[in-house]
Nanobody, 112 residues
């Protein structure tokens, strides 16, 4: 069993930045396949970014160039650095381990 806890969400103005964290714990922790998803009100959950074995990263076209996913294996933590935030980035952000284990989510609101 893997437990994931997100943090770092909040209210930010358009153009601002936030860094989300996802701390993983459990009997077996494998950060080789981690991802971030988000769900805006009234919309389906959508994939945002992922990082796999070897450090390869992939991003949804809507966030590419603005968001950066990274991980710190020593801390069992995955990050999502979000820059140049837009109103349409407003959502609950979830991290996942291999699409099997999910965190409880952290709210990101981009508004002036």
């Amino acid at each position: 069993q893997v437990k994931l806890v997100e943090s770092g969400g909040g209210l930010v103005q358009p153009g601002g930045s936030l860094r989300l964290s996802c701390a993983a714990s459990g009997s077996i922790v494998n950060l080789n396949n981690m991802g971030w998803y988000r769900q805006a009100p009234g919309k389906q959950r959508e994939w945002v970014a992922s990082i796999i074995s070897g450090g390869s990263t992939n991003y949804a076209s809507s966030v590419k160039g603005r968001f950066t996913i990274s991980r710190d294996n020593a801390k069992n933590t995955v990050y999502l650095q979000m820059n140049s935030l837009k109103a349409e980035d407003t959502a609950v952000y979830y991290c996942t381990n291999s699409g099997v284990f999910w965190g409880q989510g952290t709210q990101v609101t981009v508004s002036s």
